[in-house]
């Protein structure tokens, strides 16, 4: 008898009968067909497969499909469409925060959650980002592109 | 077909799919088995248990694939399973498709092989030995490669020298760090196979694979998805050759994802090289006289590596007039995985050893570094000792700008524990050994109607921004807007040829075949165009009298270079950039820690063609350069490697990388697309040197073996500090 796990998934209530302890980020990848979100390691070290859970940003590889049973689970394409991913897209263009893009759906949710925190003005955009590794950029246009973004938006 | 558009958006909205993002109908999905000895006799392979698995559809051995011995350079030495025997941990003994993770994994672990380990070898200087282990039987003192190149009398020249500074070198097993892991999907029909694949040589892929499967060039067609970083490990990869095997036996697509221990322990990580070096000077600081003895780790077959050690063997001569040099190389096999390319392989390794020697020297002189390095660098005009015409040098200025930058006069007086360190790049753009059969670009360019414009090129980007450079270059011929072009490239089936990016060269090369594209198109559309209208109305009536409703146009570049003769000499690649860094460290005399403070940069890449992208480059190098001198190390230890995880193997955060400053000096190099040179390998070539400069300047004491740890920095002082102890 297997557990069923429902899920708000990109505002769509998803209905899970696998098995439970299975990682959301397969779920979301090969069941939802939602590829934005990137398996780069599987052990929660590069962030490549940062989500956002009840809006706090999580590691989507670390997470059994059980663990958000009844929550909300936002990927990088539903928050694509916000104006403050906007904003931070276009900043991410101007100040060169994207190469090979791998690693850039994980780090535009991080700063996405950081923008959308109360305390945004507090926290730099360094410490939003520790849990994300980008291997081509330097980090350095990714920084800048975040306070970019954060002074566009009047945050 | 893959669609390059030169647009960031897709990437940054989680829109731009990659090999592991694709579905094939049918599609299985392949693991492999790997050897647990770094070397042994297979006695037995047991595959039933695995077969009886429901979903199981193809189970491999060694025996069940085709016996050609092959490879991607001259040495051929691979096989697509291994048989007989393994010659390193993660050499592959069997693989399986399965139509699902579960089945899979449950038949991986069902594979029965019995083993005879057999004496193993991990050290190239012993490998060398007569009495060593035969890793290749046949292959004489395990060496695939030996080079030696000497111009002039350096033993004169040391002899009569004012100063002679002599050293060992070591550098350190990098893995490239890539965020997407290694994947592929293979599959066959009946055109033959087709891999989708991320290598960003697909070309000289193509042929080893059609030399693997026995198939005729036209039979093997690989289609590269966008490529999620490679920095030299996606070259020609045995995943793609087995994940090919198994859709062949399953008659099915097959799609293996490598996972990230698997990733980190079947690595090709940069070539690990020991340096000894000899650098003599006259009482001036003019250099006479460099001698050096490379030894490199090949690991158990030959990826990319004799490439790497002739880089290494004599690049750095056409930085410096060495006035005499002399080089002997030796790439040794191992029982450890294979070496490949990094981000200036060869050059960064010798350029870590011989940046290091001259600031002994200039110590010893009492010269500033930054000057004796000015006293002699290359200049424009120049032949270089190895044959190689210096068309465009801004060595000096680039000197002149980082000193401005960073503020060297402060060097004199930093606080205790500050450091500050300068070094020195040269590279190519381009480089005619290569592929002695052709080494130039082919593009083709299109325009309609509607002004919108199209390129298709046979060179490969790996998010170094290759199709916003063939943009900019398209949009400067054309005379339209970059974001009216879209840059197509990736698939050898439908694309123009081309050789692929490595050795710097898709700007100047490729690029070189887009300009010309684009000036055969215009000259196409010169008896349509009224004066200086758009060109677009010229595109539409061109259309209008030939048929349809654009114009196209190709072209071939072939740079003007020479191959190189048998003894190296020649002038191997259109045109050369340089560097000049200055990095400041702050050294925790208390744990050996060392931060970087402060990095700037200048660099001669002649007319830069895309700025933003160029200045990403120059970070992002910056920032490989400072995990490879500070912290990274894939630590192997009888063959094994102790840290396959990014956990364990620390690449570099946000918190590691410093503010950086970088100055273009843009003079037009004669040679490249409106005066452009290469960048992005030029910008980690002298990184290591800088920062490991800088710690010897705030420590005073120089570490030679890479990385430069908190534990080697702690030691080094501790030695200093018991030395300077009166006994």
């Given at each position: 008898m297997t557990d069923v796990v429902e899920v708000q998934v990109n505002g769509e209530r998803v209905r899970w009968d696998g098995d439970p302890a299975a990682p959301l980020l397969d779920v979301l990848r090969e069941t939802l067909a939602l590829t934005g979100t990137k398996l780069g390691c599987g052990t929660g070290e590069c962030g490549a497969c940062s989500i956002v859970v009840d809006g706090v940003p999580q590691l989507a590889c670390l997470l059994p499909v059980a663990a958000v049973a009844g929550r909300s689970v936002r990927t990088v394409e539903d928050l694509a469409r916000t104006p403050e991913f906007a904003a931070l897209r276009e900043a991410m263009v101007v100040n060169g925060g994207t190469q090979c893009g791998f690693c850039t759906p994980g780090v535009m949710v991080a700063l996405w959650s950081w923008l959308e925190a109360p305390d945004a003005t507090e926290r730099s955009a360094a410490e939003a980002l520790k849990n994300n590794l980008c291997r081509c950029t330097g980090y350095r246009g990714i920084l800048d592109a975040a306070e970019a973004a954060r002074r566009a938006l009047g945050r | 077909m893959i669609d390059f558009r030169s647009d960031e958006r897709a990437k940054l909205s989680g829109a731009t799919r990659y090999v592991a993002d694709l579905q094939l109908d049918g599609m299985l999905v392949g693991g492999v088995v790997r050897s647990p000895h770094p070397h042994a006799r297979i006695v037995r392979i047991d595959t039933s248990r695995a077969l009886a698995i429901p979903g199981v559809r193809a189970v491999l051995t060694g025996a069940d694939v085709p016996q050609v011995v092959f490879g991607p350079t001259a040495v051929k030495d691979w096989n697509i399973l291994a048989r007989e025997r393994a010659i390193m941990i993660g050499d592959e003994i069997v693989a399986i498709a399965a139509t699902d993770r579960r089945a899979l994994a449950a038949a991986l672990a069902a594979i029965e092989v019995e083993y005879e380990p057999l004496p193993a070898i991990f050290d190239p200087e012993l490998a060398m030995r007569e009495d060593a282990p035969a890793i290749h039987p046949g292959t004489e003192r395990n060496r695939p490669l030996h080079v030696k190149v000497e111009r002039g009398d350096v033993d004169a020249a040391l002899a009569g020298a004012h100063l002679v500074v002599s050293r060992r070198y070591t550098t350190n097993r990098i893995y490239q760090g890539y965020l997407e892991p290694n994947a592929v999907i293979a599959r066959w029909d009946d055109g033959g196979l087709t891999l989708f694949a991320p290598s960003h040589i697909p070309t000289r892929a193509r042929e080893t694979y059609a030399a693997a499967f026995e198939l005729p060039l036209e039979q093997v067609r690989i289609v590269v998805p966008p490529i999620g970083g490679s920095f030299g490990g996606k070259y020609v990869l045995k995943i793609h050759l087995i994940a090919a095997a198994l859709a062949r036996a399953a008659a099915a697509p097959v799609k293996i994802v490598q996972d990230r221990t698997d990733d980190m322990e079947a690595a090709h990580p940069r070539v690990p090289i020991v340096t000894e070096i000899r650098i003599g000077v006259d009482a001036e600081g003019n250099f006479v006289g460099k001698d050096v003895v490379v030894y490199a780790d090949a690991g158990s077959r030959v990826y990319w590596s004799p490439n790497v050690v002739q880089t290494a063997c004599t690049r750095p001569d056409n930085l410096y007039d060495f006035g005499a040099v002399r080089a002997e190389g030796h790439l040794v096999y191992t029982n450890q995985s294979p070496t490949t390319c990094m981000r200036g392989f060869g050059n960064a390794e010798a350029l870590f050893a011989v940046e290091n020697v001259i600031d002994e020297i200039a110590e010893q002189l009492g010269i500033d570094p930054a000057e004796l390095r000015r006293k002699n660098v290359v200049r424009p005009g120049e032949t270089t000792i190895h044959g190689w015409r210096i068309s465009s040098c801004e060595l000096d200025a680039c000197i002149s700008e980082v000193q401005r930058l960073s503020r060297w006069e402060r060097r004199a007086s930093l606080p205790r524990w500050r450091g500050m360190g300068i070094a020195l790049a040269n590279h190519v753009s381009g480089f005619r050994p290569i592929d002695p059969r052709f080494e130039g670009s082919n593009a083709v360019a299109r325009i309609d109607a509607d002004g919108n414009v199209e390129i298709e090129t046979g060179e490969i980007d790996l998010g170094q921004g290759l199709p916003g450079a063939y943009a900019a270059l398209a949009a400067r011929v054309l005379g339209v807007e970059t974001e009216r072009v879209v840059v197509r490239s990736g698939d050898t089936g439908l694309m123009p040829y081309g050789i692929g990016t490595l050795a710097s060269r898709a700007t100047v090369i490729g690029g070189g075949a887009v300009v010309q594209a684009c000036e055969a198109l215009l000259a196409l559309l010169a008896p349509y165009r009224d004066g200086d209208a758009p060109i677009a109305r010229a595109a539409g009536a061109y259309g209008a009298a030939n048929g349809g409703n654009r114009a196209e146009a190709s072209a071939r570049y072939t740079p003007d270079t020479e191959m190189p003769d048998k003894r190296g000499y020649g002038n191997a690649s259109p045109n050369y950039p340089f560097a000049a860094h200055v990095a400041e460290v702050e050294v925790d005399p208390l744990t050996g820690k060392v931060r970087v403070v402060g990095y700037w940069a200048a660099h001669d890449?002649?007319?830069?063609?895309n700025p933003v992208g160029a200045r990403s480059q120059v970070i992002g190098a910056i920032a490989q350069g400072i995990g490879w001198v500070l912290m990274e190390d894939l630590l192997v230890g009888g063959g094994r490697v102790a840290n396959p995880s990014m956990m364990d193997y620390r690449l570099p955060g946000s918190d590691d990388v410093p503010p950086v400053e970088i100055a273009f000096v843009e003079t037009p190099d004669p040679n490249g697309p409106f005066g452009a040179k290469s960048l992005s390998e030029c910008a980690i070539d002298p990184v290591a040197a800088a920062v490991s400069n800088a710690i010897a300047h705030a420590i005073g004491v120089r570490g030679c073996d890479l990385p430069l740890t908190p534990e080697r920095v702690w030691t080094l002082l501790a030695s200093a500090r018991s030395a300077a102890v009166p006994a």
């Open positions: - | 890449s002649g007319t830069i063609v």
